[in-house]
């Protein structure tokens, strides 16, 4: 089949984000704009003669018509191998997980994560490497550069494939394999944890509520939990992807998850609730009447890192982003291994599990995962608590008070202000910056400043430097206000403020989050003025 030269010209604004390409819908139906940005990624990638690809989305709408579009255009670039996930689908753990296992130059992920789907929603686009992880920087800015000098793609002639059933197809030239999309991870996942433990543990009456938030993670939840672990039919709620998630917004944290919260919170509560993302590599982890954050989660699997089978010789180290907060740190101390302070962003784990300086890494905004692929995962987070829960017969407050008691409390929460002015939100945070030198030292309102700066990060590996990473005023008592703009949002800017207070009296252990950090949310609104500046009473979102 011929190979179709399609003239096109350069699209602004395809510079990937903290994650990849994200924008709203109508924006990747305009034309040529996918294929700009697919033509890009493999222009980058140069030759492909002989490598495989792997390709799949977390099901929202615009997914087919996109794999349609990438295949033949991966026909026309020279792959010999593009392996599809059936229906299209590959949660973003489970593509990861693909790509290591069998060898592939690289992966295509078509996501916008928890960010909502459907026809007005967002849709996204993420090229993975070799390693199953997110491609780094000089790679994604590599990317960048082809888009603002494109001038044609590539594509050929041919129907669709037939992305429903499973077995392999000839696209051109092109060798197409369609694939369970569960199979390779359900059987890392085996690998990992004790799936015997667990399933004595749902034998023996143990309830748990996990919610697919009508995303990708349902189909995995279906297989390994209600399937391979025994737990009940129903354990699996909102478990069937659809295209507009159902209009739910697949982002697993209190607000969002508020009927499980409810749920957990209420007199039929089950031992045990989580729930996952669109893409399936957030996690939300929950006990009777208790949200874990998911710093605490990083902290207390790294605690208890050797319950599990995958894990019994030691974690090698941890690396947490910088607004997460420092309860990993404490652990790694007692632990004696290193913990890595990266920006924002799973791609700088990527570097460190490569090197094998990390085994566990975790961010605030609910990512947890593991050197077993290059992406957060969140049934691998779940499946470990559930190993937890199995060995230790306790419930998860226990776990978590009893982890407090030995550590000590990182009160934490993240105040999003989403959707602001994108130009208020930039002079908000260039005046931050320049008052920056000015406040280490001061006592503001009882605090008293020990540092304040820029957050610049030196990969220890290939010692790239990434500046202006996020503010953080650390106070001398460790406390920390941290403020960024978001990188994966589509609408305007979006503020995050951090706020994170050190208690180590147990005592002092049970207060409410926003009540125990009210002082600092004072202080951070009196030093940035996120409210004054925004117009905004308060924040849009608590987590
Ligand atoms: C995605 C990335 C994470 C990141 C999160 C929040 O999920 O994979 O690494 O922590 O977005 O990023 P943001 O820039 O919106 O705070
Ligand atoms: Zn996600």
């Known amino acids: 089949m011929s190979v179709r030269t399609i003239a096109t010209q350069p699209i602004d604004g395809q510079r990937p984000g903290t994650s990849g390409l994200r924008k709203k819908v109508v924006e990747f139906c305009r034309p040529h704009y996918l294929e700009n940005f697919v033509q890009a990624i493999f222009n980058t990638l140069g030759d492909c ?50 790509v290591r296992k069998r060898g592939a130059l690289g992966g295509i992920i078509l996501s916008a994560s928890h960010n909502p789907g459907g026809p007005d929603g967002d849709f996204g686009i993420k090229y993975n490497a070799a390693n199953g992880g997110p491609a780094p920087e000089k790679i994604t800015d590599a990317i960048y550069a082809q888009t603002r000098s494109i001038g044609q793609y590539f594509t050929i002639d041919a129907p669709d494939i037939d992305l429903d059933t499973l077995g392999a197809a000839s696209v051109g030239a092109l060798r197409v394999e369609v694939i369970d999309p569960v199979a390779d991870y359900a059987e890392l996942m085996g690998e990992l944890f004790d799936f015997g433990a667990i399933r004595a543990l749902f034998a023996g009456g143990f309830t748990m509520c996990f919610d697919g938030m009508c995303a990708v993670g349902g189909p995995y939840a279906h297989a390994i939990l209600e ?17 507009d998630f159902g209009g739910h917004h697949p982002d697993p944290n209190p607000v969002n998850a508020a009927e499980l919260i409810a749920l957990m919170d209420g007199p039929s509560a089950p031992d045990f609730g989580a729930a996952s993302d669109g893409d399936a590599d957030r996690n939300m982890i929950v006990g009777r009447g208790i949200a874990v954050t998911p710093s605490d989660s990083l902290a207390i699997i790294a605690a208890n890192a050797t319950v599990a089978p995958g894990y019994a010789g030691g974690i090698k180290g941890v690396a947490r982003s910088m607004p ?25 784990f990527g570097n460190l599990m490569d090197a094998g300086l990390v085994t566990l890494c975790g961010e605030e905004s609910y990512g947890t995962g593991s050197d077993h692929v290059r992406e957060k995962d969140g049934l691998w987070a779940v499946l470990f608590w559930l190993n937890l829960l199995a060995a230790s017969g306790k419930p998860v407050g226990q776990i978590v008070r009893g982890h407090w008691a030995r550590f000590g409390r990182n009160y934490y929460s993240r105040h999003d202000y989403e959707a602001v002015e994108s130009n208020a939100a930039a002079q908000l945070m260039a005046d931050l910056r320049a008052q920056l030198p000015s406040l280490a030292g001061r006592t503001m309102d009882g605090h008293t400043i020990a540092l304040a ?9 290939d010692h790239s430097v990434s500046l202006g990473q996020g503010v953080r005023i650390i106070m001398d008592d460790g406390s920390r206000i941290v403020l960024r703009l978001s990188g994966t949002g589509t609408e305007g800017a979006t503020i995050r403020l951090y706020l994170e207070k050190y208690e180590a009296d147990p005592a002092r252990h049970d207060f409410d989050t926003q009540t125990a950090l009210a002082g600092l949310a004072a202080l951070a609104e009196r030093i940035a003025g996120i409210a004054a500046r925004t117009g905004r009473g308060g924040p849009s979102v608590i987590t």
């Open 49 to 98: 003669a002989g490598q495989t690809l792997v390709l799949g989305g977390d099901g929202r709408y615009f997914n087919r018509p996109a794999i349609q579009i990438i295949v033949r255009m991966a026909a026309a670039h020279g792959f010999e191998r593009v392996l599809v996930g059936q229906g299209g689908i590959l949660s973003t753990p489970a593509l990861s997980c693909v």
């Open 227 to 243: 399937g391979a672990l025994g737990a009940p039919r129903g354990t699996v709620i909102n478990g069937v992807p659809l295209e």
């Open 324 to 348: 997460t907060s420092g309860a990993a740190d404490r652990v790694a101390a007692a632990l004696g291994v290193p913990c890595y302070e990266t920006p924002t962003g799973w791609k700088f």
């Open 453 to 461: 700066d820029d957050f610049a990060y030196t990969d220890p590996v």
